[in-house]
């Protein structure tokens, strides 16, 4: 059984950054995607960064040039970088395979971007 337990997030003001780190446990977190979701309030959960086995990343539009997606396969982590966060970045933070799996959904992590 795989767990996903996520980290990092916080209060933060507008222009700040953020570090979110995904740690996998079980054997499958080498061989599969790994995506970062949010959910904002009174919003459908969005796919935001995703990451495939070999590196090569891809960026929903809102936050490309601003967030950055990571992974080391050896520690069986994924990160996320997020740069220049702007108060409609305020979600709590998931990572997931890619495309998600309904079992692997973990409690997230709170990102508030406020002065």
């Known amino acids: 059984q795989v767990q996903l337990v996520e980290s990092g997030g916080g209060l933060v003001q507008p222009g700040g950054s953020l570090r979110l780190s995904c740690a996998a446990s079980g054997s499958i977190f080498s061989i599969y995607t790994m995506g970062w979701y949010r959910r904002a309030p009174g919003k459908e959960r969005e796919l935001v960064a995703a990451?495939?086995?070999?590196?090569?990343?891809t960026y929903v539009d809102s936050v490309k040039g601003r967030f950055t997606v990571s992974r080391d396969n050896a520690k069986n982590t994924v990160y996320l970088q997020m740069n220049s966060l702007k108060p409609e970045d305020t979600a709590v933070y998931y990572c997931?395979?890619?495309?998600?799996?309904?079992?692997?959904w973990g409690q997230g992590t709170q990102v508030t971007v406020s002065s």
């Open positions: 997931n395979l890619s495309p998600a799996r309904l079992a692997f």
């Open positions: 990451i495939t086995t070999g590196g090569r990343t």
